[in-house]
């Protein structure tokens, strides 16, 4: 059997692709023409739709985000809608793709838009670098997709496909590394295709030149890629030691009381501000999950609860946070409703849930409400 050769960190550069640039620009653009995939913002690269898009796919699959976008486009077709949209009707169009800064500064960015560029997205490099939420990937995705400057781009799958092609085989995390990359990816644009060419290594990189199992015999780079000829294809890129994940144990509570149930915002710090949730936390060490949803109201919510029943359990993962999410429901007690960790509450009924923007794991929580509305034992 052959063995993967062992990776040499200690490898001191990278081979480099010398004459074979030009043919990798030349198999790239083509393959690119014919297989690409038709997205909504490829049908006429308007700038406020590469925009979104791209904002969209930080940290978020193509068939994820395609919904969103479409929804999205409907309910705000201008930068200047997004401009004068309230926060809770963006939120609540971002609702399940997380990272809520995103949408906070692409709101922030579309107000500078209108203020400063007379509601027409600048195609000038450095302006569109000065827009709020937009750093050098953004920028150079912009530049080039919507309005074809030589600008480079480097994610996550242009570097695991430069990565290979080059054999490079340095962790990628290093700024060094990164450095690297976007030398190259600058170095690889042929005059006049910025567009397709970053466009071409970014997909090749999601449909071909995958994490795992990347389809190597169809390849058409087969012959210039240094990994499949050294045999390191498998162990690239070299992604140093992943980050530490964090394990968490959580309580929340459905708190109803006359027919409605309780939501309480988040304030307008730390993650997820301004979302809608129900009222929980950490259950601590040596603490049930019970115990913890008692403590956790009386001191979020100055309130006790009785009747409390476990409704649903489920994980779910967030940045390195790994929830284990304990949901109960539960019945108003006694006391009045003083917040200490919430901006502001509101009893609503089932049906009304659906007006506002929650996380995830919540919105995950209302899925599971709504099929047990038709439960009489529950409402
Ligand atoms: Fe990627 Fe394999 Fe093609 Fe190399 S041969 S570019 S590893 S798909």
């Known amino acids: 059997m052959n063995r993967m050769p062992q990776i040499k960190t200690s490898r001191p550069t990278h081979p480099g692709l010398k004459g074979d640039t030009k043919e990798i620009q030349k198999k ?47 309910a705000l077709p201008t930068i200047h809608a997004v401009a004068q949209a309230d926060e809770q009707t963006v939120l609540k169009l971002w609702e399940g793709l997380g990272y809520y800064s995103r949408v906070r500064n692409l709101q922030k960015a579309a107000r500078v838009i209108v203020d400063e560029h007379g509601s027409v997205f600048p195609s000038r ?6 827009l709020p939420g937009i750093g050098k990937y953004t920028a150079g995705a912009i530049a080039s997709i919507a309005f074809n400057q030589e600008k480079p781009i480097v994610d996550g799958n242009i570097i695991r496909l430069m990565a290979r092609l080059l ?39 999601a449909l071909l030149c995958t994490p795992k199992a990347p389809a190597c015999g169809q390849c058409p780079l087969q012959r210039n890629c240094g990994a499949f000829k050294a045999g390191t294809v498998e162990q690239l890129p070299n992604r140093g030691r992943a980050t530490e994940r ?8 459905i708190i109803q009381r006359l027919n409605k149930i309780f939501i309480q915002k ?25 115990e913890a949803l008692h403590r956790e109201i009386k001191e979020e919510l100055g309130i006790t609860v009785t009747a409390v029943t476990p409704f649903l359990q489920l994980k779910h993962a967030y940045t390195k946070y790994v929830v284990d999410l304990h949901c109960f429901t539960a019945e108003y007690e006694e006391g009045e409703v003083q917040l200490t960790a919430a ?13 506002f923007p929650f996380p995830a794991a919540n919105t995950k929580i209302i899925d599971a409400l ?10």
């Open 28 to 74: 790239l653009l083509r393959w690119f023409a014919e297989y690409q995939r038709p997205l909504p913002w490829r049908q006429t690269y308007d700038p406020y739709q590469v925009w979104i898009s791209e904002i969209m796919l930080q940290q978020t699959q193509v068939k994820i985000a395609l919904p969103y976008f479409d929804r999205w486009m409907k």
């Open 125 to 130: 490099y450095e302006d569109i670098l000065k």
């Open 266 to 290: 988040r304030t307008a710090k730390g993650l997820m501000q301004g979302l809608w949730e129900f009222p929980g936390g950490k259950v601590e060490v040596g603490e049930s999950t019970v």
């Open 370 to 379: 709504v099929r047990a509305k038709s439960t009489p034992a529950l409402f």
């Open 246 to 253: 964090v394990d968490l144990k959580v309580a929340v509570a």
């Open 167 to 205: 054999d490079y085989r340095e962790n990628t995390r290093k700024p060094e590394a990164l450095n690297v990359f976007w030398e190259k990816a600058q170095e690889w644009i042929p005059k006049g295709e910025a567009r397709n060419f970053n466009q071409s290594m970014m997909e090749f990189g």
């Open 343 to 355: 901006s502001e509450h509101q009893w609503v009924e089932l049906e009304e849930l659906s007006q």
